[in-house]
């Protein structure tokens, strides 16, 4: 059974830092593209960053290129987002994606983890 769990999620002040971890279980990790999307109150779920299967290529939303690293670690099932410089509009549920590099209709997500961003 596939399971993804997110965690690390909280309340900090503006220009703070979090990180996200999401580990994924049940299925092979390295087949797996891995992405974090969020979900501010009264707005639809959003893309937020993505890392490839290898680790080798990353790509990010606009508003948090610069300020959010993706990373994973294969050996661990895996994927962290490190958040800096953190501000209100930033706060929203964080959910974490997996996608299979070979069978688009195969993707899981996990429960999320509320990060707020708050003075």
């Known amino acids: 059974q596939v399971q993804v769990v997110e965690s690390g999620g909280g309340l900090v002040q503006p220009g703070g830092s979090l990180r996200l971890s999401c580990v994924a279980s049940?299925?092979?990790?390295?087949?797996?593209?891995m992405s974090w999307y969020r979900q501010a109150p009264g707005k639809e779920r959003e893309f937020a960053a993505l890392i490839t299967s290898s680790g080798a290529y990353t790509n990010y939303e606009d508003s948090v290129r610069g300020r959010f690293t993706i990373s994973r670690d294969n050996a661990k099932n895996t994927v962290y987002l490190q958040m800096n410089s953190l501000r209100p509009e930033d706060t929203a549920v964080y959910y974490c994606n997996a996608q299979n590099d070979f069978q688009l209709r195969t993707t899981y997500w996990g429960q999320g983890t509320q990060v707020t961003v708050s003075s």
């Open positions: 049940g299925l092979t990790f390295t087949n797996y593209a």
